[in-house]
């Protein structure tokens, strides 16, 4: 075949996509065999073989870029593999992204890839937040860091234009505890985590990326000289996990210790989501996210011989009878069409085949999305554990923690990500998107006011999504917090263009600016 020619133009409009698939379906159609033909079997098609993957160097503009669409490993045009044959792309979504940002395409990538590799868990994001302040000071911003509880970064820009609001954006820093593994008949990424057991699994590592993009873009002459009022970078750590000393995670610890919200009149954040494809944009006014609690359930039994099961209280049957009765509780004590999840992701009991473990231990989620459905499953878990210890005679102690609050946005600061979104996505990529997942975003906005332990107010403000699914596979294919996870990088060029034409409108008097 004739060699690839790249257009002068590496922003011409595409072809969309939706034309290509009438005109398949159409030709299809008119090939299909009557109903009195014999049709033949499909014959097998044997998998493809693994492609190798050559690890390239990850400075900035190491990376050779490539506009014919997404690459046929892990879906982005921004595949380092710049070798191999790449897909037509989805329409027109990266087209409309603001130019600025499209400038600092080598720099966002080669970013999300230096964060991808060098992963770092809640609370312990220091060479990270290092990393950020680093690159944050070189802008010519006013950077704090070591905050709350040690790892959080706060850069200030001040703009030239006059007295305006003080408007917020917030990025979450750490990964997960997760091995990272190759997706089935793909190599691994040149650029996996170099960490063993930890990797960026639900997309932290695109986030701090798209907020350096944005910090750029904003802190440049152009922009700063525009703006009237103040925009704060918030680099969150500990967004995933709480611990002992610091129940609630990093939003909490940053808001009421480091006092982030000071002077704050509205908060932005996003999400990349991987159940979406690039160029769709989720802006949802109310309530989007579910409020997250936490059991740990610790059995105490009697152990024993395991030939001899008199007289003993076997932790592990009364384990998995609570295992199966926690479940039971959505299912038949909530209203079907109330909005719960309840999973137990850890259990663990027992040391030899030959005895009758005398503890044993349960960790569960409940995710929620209104009060009154978290209220009955925080009361039925008490009666469920309490019931079958008893049962078993084994004692059961539970103990609940009410770790975030339900994200609820705004419907003024979700009109204002909506207006700005239009400018970069087409009219069907704005979507209304909720899930049962949480997120401690929820701190930082004005809902959370009623929540326990909180004692510093939130502000308005918008948390959305941006889809990210490889443009070669089914939007879900690679769920968050999934060993293979991965996204598509052009979703940062996305979210960055979202996040910059929000600021313009707001700051620099253009559409809902203040």
Known sequence: ????????????????????????????????????EEVLPVPEVPPAAKRPRKAKPLAPGAFGMDFRGGCGCCGSVWCSDVAKPSLAADGSSWQKC???????????????????????????EFETSKY????????????????????????????????????????????LPIQEEAAEGEERLPFASARPGVMHACGHDAHMATMLCVAEVLSSTAFRSRLRGTVKFIFQPAEENGNEEHPHGGAHEMIHKARVLDGVDAIYGMHVWSFAPVGVVGATPGCVMAACDSLEIDIEGRGGHGAA??????AVLVMGHLITALHSIVSRSQDPTSSVVLTVGSASAGEA???????????????????????????????????VGATFGAKVH??????????????????????????????????????????????????SKSFPGVSVSG????????????????????????????????????????????????????????
Request: proline letters at 7%.
């Open 459 to 514: 502000v308005k403000g918008c948390f959305f999504f941006v889809g990210a699914a490889p443009k070669t596979e089914k939007a879900g294919n690679r769920p968050h917090h999934n060993p293979a996870f991965t996204v598509d990088e052009d979703a940062m060029l996305i979210g960055a263009s979202v996040f910059v034409q929000l600021v313009e409108n707001r700051l620099c008097g253009g559409v809902g600016g203040g």
């Open 1 to 36: 075949p004739a060699p690839f020619r790249q257009p002068s133009n590496p922003l011409q409009q595409l072809a969309p996509l939706g034309s290509a698939r009438r005109a398949d379906c159409t030709s299809l159609t008119a090939m299909a065999p009557a109903p009195t």
């Open 98 to 124: 603001r130019p600025e940002v499209l400038k600092l395409r080598e720099r966002v990538v080669a970013d999300r890839r230096h964060f991808h590799q060098h992963p770092e868990v809640a609370f312990e």
């Open 132 to 175: 950020c302040a680093e690159r944050l000071r070189e802008l010519g911003l006013d950077v704090t860091e070591g905050l709350a509880p040690g790892t959080g970064v706060v850069a200030v820009l001040r703009g030239g234009g006059g007295e305006g609001p003080c408007i917020a954006l917030r990025a979450d820093m750490d990964a």
């Open 353 to 387: 085949p030959n005895v009758i473990a005398a503890r044993a231990k349960l960790r569960a989620t409940v995710r929620c999305l209104d009060a009154a459905s978290q209220a009955i499953m925080k009361r039925r878990i008490a009666e469920v554990c309490t019931g």
């Open 309 to 314: 099961p008199q007289g003993t209280a076997d």
């Open 398 to 447: 539970l103990k609940y923690v009410e770790e975030a609050p339900n994200v609820v946005n705004d419907a003024e600061a979700t009109q204002h990500v909506k207006e700005a979104a239009a400018s970069v996505v087409s009219p069907d990529g704005l979507q209304n998107i909720t899930t049962m997942a949480s997120e401690d975003f929820a701190f930082f906005l004005e809902a």
